[in-house]
């Protein structure tokens, strides 16, 4: 390949580099896509920079993002350019994963050929181009769930022939253990597949890929937890201090900080390579963090405020906090923000901050196939308490997550949604009575059900704007809105010009005050305005939420939804750029 970069550019292969990196090490599939997007723009020709970023989609668990760009590319003819090389291969075999990936969301009903689909695909890929230990146990494995045992077992006994073969290390012990499933001996696999976990090379990615096929499997063979076990757990934590009653009491001793070591030693004794999630506000967050650091945790901040009014709440605590504020900030991993505007310790910022935290730590948890942790802090003087549970995400009412409004001027958490329709323009005057009949009485039809929950509805031309009391609610306004937009249903009533509706929604902190023009209560603020930027970006019959709404519905509402990644998208008018994902339906039936 051309590894070259114009000047001012990156070379293709650093770029490359720094995705294995990420992959490697972190399993962070979306800061992956994230660098691998970064690669594409400036050598949108590298088909290797295209795999490694449909995979990260894969791995994330954007099948259907994934789908749709891998079509765009055989459309293309960029697929068929590769003529049969090993990249080629390799995108046939992503091919066969995502027919794999479709599977485990599908109805019962739709599974099993989904699975043959795929075992099929990846024995192509094995007989055509790739004989190689990979395609052929993930051909096994697939026969296996769509119920061919013979076939099955023929492809498990020539990937363990493959992997026996080749130079011992992480991937093809894995096959081997793999393979001892399928052909019934559990015991067998059980050590291979530790023996495979121990390997110094064996990173956080891989073996979240090989839990998750082992789950699958031992689920599918009645097997217990023995093939999980032995592949270790990875941990995802979120720390949790109350904020009304830690930060007072926390006094920064050396006192302090050998009870907090000690504590934290003993609810997280695997700290290397944790995902932990932390808001850094006060000296006792600060004394964490430094101490997650030191033991090479994976520091995610989930922040109120801005970095700003963070560092000017902190440094209200004294100069050191602030040096040791900053010196957290360098190490760590990723920082996400509920809101640029306000004050780092406004009630409502916080109240979304811990909703976030927790969110994120259950996407997180999930895309490691790993258990959830959220550790409770009690701080009195110089005594720190940890006392972990397990995080589940499950269904919540509002009335679980925040207590009653505070009366105005206090800003209120509320999801935020803005639809435009596409193809409006292009109707002629006689169309506008039907427009307004069909389009916009389908919108007011659709959210009807949801009753006061919209708290405020308001429309102009061929524009929505909602506000809305909940997150899930608002994510099952936004799906009732698209529902309503089906092109035989626009076709039906006379608009077949009308073309989709494009929806963005976002969460956070906003202002009540009365219109003294339309006479209402209205919402301002500039989360609103962050909203309004998100729509126009989106693609029409789609549906973009930023990552704070999808953390907090994934808090708020389990797994209802599903949010998979686009990227980091730039927001319309030079508003800036965020994290932003496409909402769905998660699997049918839940």
């Not at 958490?413 to 292009?426: E, I, M, Q, W, Y």
């Amino acid at each position: 390949m051309d590894t070259s970069g114009a000047a001012g550019t990156t070379p293709v292969e650093t770029w490359l580099q720094r995705v294995h990196e990420v992959r490697r090490r972190e399993a962070d599939y979306l800061k992956m896509y994230d660098l691998a997007q970064r690669g594409l723009a400036e050598h949108p020709e590298s088909m290797e920079l295209q795999y490694q970023a449909l995979l990260a989609l894969a791995r994330a668990g954007a099948t259907n993002r994934a789908q749709a760009r891998l079509a765009d590319l055989v459309a293309k003819g960029r697929i068929a350019a590769l003529a049969g090389g090993s990249l080629s291969n390799e995108f046939a075999a992503l091919s066969a994963r995502l027919f794999k990936d479709r599977a485990v969301e599908a109805a019962a009903a739709e599974q099993r050929a989904l699975l043959a689909q795929s075992a099929a695909a990846y024995e192509t890929v094995f007989q055509n181009g790739n004989p190689s230990y990979y395609p052929a146990i993930n051909a096994a494995s697939m026969w296996f769930l769509a119920g061919d045992a013979a076939r099955s077992k023929a492809m498990a006994a020539e990937a363990l022939r493959l992997a026996r073969a080749e130079t011992e290390n992480y991937w093809s012990l894995a096959t081997e253990g793999e393979a001892l499933v399928l052909l019934d001996d559990t015991m067998g696999a059980v050590a291979t597949l530790r023996r495979a976990a121990s390997l110094p090379a064996a990173g956080q990615d891989e073996i979240a890929a090989t839990r998750k096929q082992m789950r699958w499997l031992s689920n599918a063979k009645g097997l217990g937890r023995e093939l999980i076990d032995a592949l270790g757990e990875p941990v995802v934590a979120c720390f949790l201090p109350d904020r009304a009653a830690a930060a007072p009491r926390f006094d920064g001793s050396d006192a302090a900080r050998i009870s907090l070591e000690r504590e934290l030693d003993r609810v997280l004794p695997r700290a290397e390579g944790a995902a932990v999630y932390v808001t850094l506000l006060d000296p006792l967050d600060i004394c964490l963090a430094e101490a997650l650091i030191a033991r090479k945790a994976r520091l995610n901040l989930v922040q109120p405020a801005s970095e700003e009014a963070c560092l000017e709440w902190v440094s209200a605590k004294g100069a050191k906090w602030a040096d040791a504020y900053r010196r957290c900030l360098d190490g760590k991993n990723s920082v996400s923000v509920v809101t640029e505007a306000g004050a780092a310790d406004e009630l409502t910022s916080l109240t979304l901050c811990l909703e976030q935290k927790m969110g994120l730590t259950l996407l997180r948890a999930e895309a490691l196939d790993a258990p959830a942790q959220r550790i409770a802090i009690d701080a009195r003087g110089d005594a720190i308490a940890f006392t972990p549970a397990p995080l589940v995400a499950r269904k919540r009412s509002r009335a679980d997550m925040a207590p009653p409004d505070p009366p105005p001027p206090i800003r209120v958490k509320r999801a935020l949604v803005f639809g435009d329709v596409k193809g409006f323009s292009t109707l002629a005057e006689r169309d506008m009575q039907g427009f307004l009949d069909h389009v916009i009485g389908g919108f007011g039809d659709a959210l009807e059900p949801f009753g006061a929950a919209v708290e405020y509805a308001e429309t102009a031309g061929d524009g929505i704007y909602l506000v809305v009391s909940g997150v899930g609610t608002a994510a099952r306004c936004c799906l009732a809105l698209q529902e309503t937009m089906r092109p035989e249903r626009l076709k039906r009533v006379g608009l077949p010009s009308v073309q989709g509706l494009r929806i963005g929604a976002h969460v956070g902190p906003v202002s009540r005050g009365y219109d003294r023009v339309t006479k209402r209560e209205k919402f301002f603020g500039t989360e609103i305005i962050r909203t309004a930027r998100i729509e126009p970006v989106t693609e029409v019959g789609a549906i973009y939420v930023t990552e704070q709404f999808a953390a907090t519905l994934y808090c708020e509402a389990g797994g209802e939804f599903r949010c998979e990644y686009v990227g980091i998208q730039p927001m319309a008018k030079g508003y800036g750029a965020c994290r932003m994902y496409s909402l769905r339906r998660s699997r049918p039936g839940e």
